[in-house]
T-cell receptor, first 117, second 113 residues
């Protein structure tokens, strides 16, 4: 079975500062990894995902994440925070051979990103 | 653009009532999912369906059932609502499964009094 841990339920950064949201996973084999974002009063939308290949993945709105197998991490970063980035962010993991069944997709508990003006 | 529509944004029901939450997608997706979202717990899968009239239990199916009579519609049913089912309910769909991109609805905030 796989699991995912998001460090920090709330992260506060100043506008223009670096955003770093941490995600660590546990898995018997290299998994597929996702970051989803939830803006206020909206559903989740996919920011980026890693399956295979290049370990640095670029997503929408200037976000990127790097898969580090040795550290079992998939941290999300953005060089310069914007007020519109304020949202809840979820890391998720699934095993590649799970066949896509939803019972294999595990979400973290979420990190609320606060942007200080 | 892709759209997953949940019929109600807010719903208030009484304990013991039968509750229907409706979800419709316009993308001809095979797979549909129901999650509940609670503060500090993230998203937990209730049920999913990979085809019409097919359903599979997720992590927390107790107290819930689902119906998928048509490909585009996936209903979540609370047979006898209880206060511990007060939560945000999110519907999602995907073309090939959870290892592909999920498209989410805006959610239904259900309060059971």
């Amino acid at each position: 079975a796989q699991s995912v841990t998001q460090l920090g339920s709330h992260v506060s950064v100043s506008e223009g500062a670096l955003v770093l949201l941490r995600c660590n996973y546990s898995s018997s084999v290299p998994p597929y990894l996702f970051w989803y974002v939830q803006y206020p009063n909206q559903g989740l939308q996919l920011l980026l995902k890693y399956t295979t290949g290049a370990t640095l993945v670029k997503g929408i709105n200037g976000f990127e994440a790097e898969f580090k197998k040795s550290e079992t991490s998939f941290h999300l970063t953005k060089p310069s925070a914007h007020m519109s980035d304020a949202a809840e962010y979820f890391c998720a993991v699934i095993l590649p051979y799970s066949g896509g069944g939803a019972d294999g997709l595990t979400f973290g508990k979420g990190t609320h990103l606060i942007i200080q003006p | 653009d892709v759209k997953v529509t949940q019929s109600s944004r807010y719903l208030v029901k009484r304990t013991g009532e039968k509750v229907f939450l409706e979800c419709v997608q316009d993308m001809d997706h095979e797979n549909m999912f129901w999650y509940r979202q609670d503060p500090g717990l993230g998203l937990r899968l209730i049920y999913f369906s990979y085809d019409v009239k097919m359903k599979e239990k997720g992590d927390i199916p107790e107290g819930y059932s689902v119906s998928r009579e048509k490909k585009e519609r996936f209903s979540l049913i609370l047979e006898s609502a209880s206060t511990n089912q007060t939560s945000m309910y999110l519907c999602a769909s995907s073309l090939q499964g959870a290892n592909e991109k999920l498209f989410f609805g805006s959610g239904t905030q259900l309060s059971v009094l």
